[in-house]
């Protein structure tokens, strides 16, 4: 899913909505103009008051949108953490680990490896004059 195609229908919609409630403004400003003066205020509260509820309408849709954005975004994130998870159990199963601590179990007859011994410095095994 691209984000075009999450933005391009609400934006087509947006524009027909405005483009659309600018001409029916335009005309009713002519014909109130020409009749009657109170009737162009009455005429300017309304469709203002459209207009508001237009962008409410945009910004609620808006919304949605970006919540389910979000919640695929969720699924798609839990969906590879389970992934992991799993792989992640599967090696650990195949080098015989425990799922609980993750140790390797003891062999009876294994020794521990002995302790490396520690190199001296250079500058400590060749004398300065």
């Known amino acids: 899913m691209k984000i075009e195609d999450l933005a391009s229908p609400g934006l087509i919609v947006l524009g027909v909505v405005a483009i659309g409630a600018t001409a029916l403004l335009g005309v009713a400003v002519g014909i109130a103009a020409g009749r009657d003066p ?4 009455d005429t300017a509260r309304r469709a203002m008051r459209e207009t508001a509820r237009g962008i409410e309408r945009v910004a609620l849709w808006g919304a949605q949108a970006r919540e389910h954005v979000a919640d695929l975004w969720a699924e798609a994130r839990e969906e590879a953490l389970a992934e992991v998870d799993a792989a992640d159990f599967a090696r650990a199963a195949r080098r015989g680990k425990t ?20 190199r001296k410095s250079a500058s400590a095994e060749t004398p300065q004059h």
Do not use: D, Y
């Open 99 to 118: 799922a609980g601590n993750g140790a390797e179990p003891k062999k009876p007859g294994a020794r521990r490896p002995a302790a490396k011994r520690r």
């Open 38 to 41: 109170k009737a162009l205020t």
